[in-house]
């Protein structure tokens, strides 16, 4: 028999577990367009109750709950305060124009992470020529900047200038249970610090499809209606529902062990005679540059002859992802790839 392929893409390509499909097979559900599905309620209140926050919305994608969280918090002419590599302006196609008719101030971060006086310099004074500051909006773990994380005395010191501007403050938190397990701190600060926060069930935690945005009741209660619009309202989607809460139940603690994985591959990589320089790893994503000598197309191309799949991610930049598809046999199986590629 052949050996499993290993599938370094991304996180999102988890396939569901047995017990996680079983979850799945006995979910009671109900038509939710009319608020009648009682397991996507209830991963809505445990999502929410998590981060000490008062109710959730179940959506397709992380793409939708950070697109409906830009369109309720703005109006057209305003403008998103953001890291320029952030992804609701890098990877959702342009949907913050698009949606929301909003502009967006792009700040350079150190890895992805903006700091209180750069947010703060960026919020426009009020003059006819300018578009309003109407969202300030954080990314952690940040996925351009390698999986990297906030100190949570910065996000206070950012949802200071937030709050002393009356400025709403949105997490994309795509990754935020890996945040909260590399450093422990407590989602309930979380909840306490931003007025919404987009939360990806189908990357590292694990299940087929999903995201949930946060908030208070009347925040998710105005955007309830603009899923409807961008076609979000799903009708049974309890069957989905209970893969997500399958996962926050039970593939929460597991992402510690995809981190150690990805420090492992970062130490194996930083001794590769071909590999310039490697982002430290400090969660599921290892960010690294080939040298010029080694182009990433071919160094793709050896790996996949192995058997392993990767991404290339800017001129001579790769990313590995660890996820719960990948173990420490296959990350013996990579080790001893990466050792080939040299010769
Ligand atoms: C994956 C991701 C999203 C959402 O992606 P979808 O594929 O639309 O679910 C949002 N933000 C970040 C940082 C992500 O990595």
Redesign the pocket.
């Known amino acids: 028999m052949s050996e499993p392929l290993i599938d370094l893409r991304s996180d999102?390509v988890t396939r569901p577990t047995p017990a996680m499909l079983e979850a799945m097979f006995r979910a009671p559900v109900g038509d939710d367009v009319y608020e009648e599905d009682p397991t996507v309620r209830a991963l809505e209140q445990e999502a929410a109750a998590r981060f000490g926050l008062e109710a959730g919305l179940f959506c397709p994608?992380?793409?939708?709950t950070?697109q409906i969280a830009i369109k309720a918090h703005t109006e057209p002419l305003s403008e998103v305060v953001c890291e320029q590599t952030s992804?609701?302006y890098l990877?959702e196609v342009g949907g913050i124009a698009f949606h929301s008719g909003a502009s967006v101030a792009l700040l350079p971060g150190e890895r992805g992470r903006l700091t209180a006086p750069q947010v703060e310099a960026a919020i426009r004074p009020v003059n006819v020529h300018y578009p309003i500051t109407s969202l300030i909006s954080l990314?952690n773990t940040?996925?351009r900047g390698g999986g990297s994380c906030y100190e949570l005395a910065e996000i206070e010191a950012i949802a200071e200038v937030a709050r002393r501007h009356q400025i709403p403050l949105h997490l994309?938190g795509?990754?935020i249970f890996n945040a909260l397990v590399a450093t422990g701190q407590e989602s309930t600060e979380y909840g306490r610090l931003f007025d919404s926060i987009?939360v990806?069930l189908?990357?590292g935690l694990g299940a087929p499809v999903g995201?949930v945005l946060l908030g208070s009741r009347a925040f998710i209660q105005k955007t309830k209606r603009i899923r409807k619009v961008m076609g979000g309202g799903m009708r049974q989607a309890g069957y989905l529902a209970a893969a997500g809460l399958y996962a926050l139940q039970h593939n929460v603690e597991r992402l510690a062990d995809d981190h150690r994985r990805a420090r492992q591959l970062a130490a194996t990589l930083a001794a590769q005679p071909y590999v310039d320089f490697v982002l430290p790893a400090d969660t599921n994503l290892v960010i690294f540059r080939l040298r010029d000598e080694m182009p990433a197309a071919q160094f793709l191309a050896r790996l996949e002859a192995q058997g392993i799949k990767a991404s290339a991610f800017g001129p001579q930049m790769i990313r590995f992802v660890t996820h719960l598809d990948v173990d420490d046999a296959m990350i013996g199986r990579i080790e001893a790839a990466l050792a080939a590629v040299r010769s």
């Open positions: 999102t994608s992380g793409t939708m950070n992804h609701i990877w990314e940040h996925n994309d795509a990754r987009s990806c189908s990357k995201s």
